[in-house]
């Protein structure tokens, strides 16, 4: 079972998003506030599997929530939940940890998908992730964003193919299955990738990628 978090500043958003999660046999709501200072304190001795997070919150916001988060806990999974969506808030998500973005405006049926995408495969958009990469790479073009290349960083051909595989949404077990590999073996490389390239998540390891030209923008075609 899916052990499930969520924090909000409208309790109403979230006592209905509890309900309707609570229907799934495969999902359990353990912790809901508007409080991310008193999340942070809870999940020191408290566990979850990913977290359904706010942006906009009174005492701390979700951004800052996040990288906090990933700090003290970086194996849980966290959803951005909400309903600001411009390509600078998307840049904002990729960039603070977070592995994923739900709109607000979406419909209800699909945030179970949302969920478990994220739980499989580390991330979720509500978009096709080839439009979110685009969308992110105008927008740090525009800001006049550079990659820090002082520190040589190789990646090896099999670690270039899980990229790859990433691009077109494959999860783990899907990759472990078309390289004749365990499960286990692909999250291991997974987690040496996002070391290496000093990465929140595998969406920064794509975008990485993408930067020193490893991978190109046909990998999401």
């Given amino acids: 079972m899916i052990k499930i978090a969520l924090i909000d500043d409208h309790e109403l ?13 495969d999902f359990d709501v353990v912790y809901d506030t508007d ?3 008193a999340f942070l304190e809870y999940i020191k001795d408290n566990n979850v599997d990913i ?7 009174p005492i701390l916001n979700g951004f800052e929530l996040c990288k906090r988060l990933k700090i003290i806990k970086p194996e849980i999974k966290i959803l951005i939940v909400s309903q600001l969506n411009s390509k600078e808030v998307i840049h904002h998500v ?26 499989e495969n580390d991330y979720y958009f509500d978009d096709e992730l080839g439009v979110v990469i685009k969308d992110a790479i105008l927008w740090e073009k525009r800001e006049g964003y550079v990659l820090d290349l002082s520190e040589s960083i ?21 990759i472990a299955d078309k390289l004749c590999i365990s499960t286990r073996t692909v999250e291991n490389h997974r987690k040496r990738i996002m070391e290496k390239t000093h990465t ?10 993408l930067k020193i030209n490893a991978i190109t923008l046909d990998n999401f075609t």
């Fill in 200 to 209: 929140k998540n595998f969406i920064g390891v794509i975008l990485f990628a």
């Fill in 13 to 25: 958003f979230r006592k209905s998003l509890s309900t309707l999660l609570s229907l799934s046999i």
């Fill in 94 to 119: 990729m960039t603070c940890g977070a592995n994923g973005f739900f709109s607000k405006n979406s419909s209800p049926n699909l945030l179970e998908n949302a969920i478990e995408n994220t739980i």
């Fill in 154 to 174: 190789y990646l090896s051909e099999r670690e270039i193919e899980i990229i790859n595989m990433a691009c077109v949404e494959m999860s783990s077990k899907e």
């Fill in 51 to 57: 977290v359904l997070l706010d942006i906009q919150m």
């Fill in 35 to 37: 409080d991310g200072l």
